[in-house]
């Protein structure tokens, strides 16, 4: 199994960038698909994106609209989210996540992380 460990979300002011990294440990990294949820006060967990076993391809949900983007360093054992022109909208709980193959929904991974919150003033 692998355990996995958020860090860098904070409060950041509409328009402002954050970068979140998920640090893994336990079985090797590049055998898991990583992906990023969040999850809003009262709201379901969310897919936010997901990137392949090398990082080569990625997917992400509907509302990112490029303001996101996800990526690997399998070397570091570390997955991240660069989070650019954040609204109050995308204040939640961010979750990394792995899973031995594909999927966007939240019963597809077997591995979570803690969370980080990210909050974004107006």
């Known amino acids: 199994q692998v355990q996995l460990a958020e860090s860098g979300g904070g409060l950041v002011q509409a328009g402002g960038s954050l970068r979140l990294s998920c640090t893994a440990r336990?079985?090797?990294?590049?055998?898991?698909?990583v992906a990023w949820f969040r999850q809003a006060p009262g709201k379901e967990r969310e897919f936010v994106a997901l990137t392949d076993y090398s990082g080569a391809r990625t997917y992400y949900g509907d509302f990112v609209k490029g303001r996101f983007t996800i990526s690997r360093d399998n070397a570091k054992n570390t997955l991240y989210l660069q989070m650019n022109n954040l609204k109050p909208e995308d204040t939640a709980v961010y979750y990394c996540a792995a899973a031995s193959s594909y999927g966007s929904g939240v019963s597809a991974y077997d591995y979570w992380g803690q969370g980080t919150q990210v909050t974004v003033s107006s």
């Open positions: 336990g079985r090797t990294f590049s055998r898991y698909v």
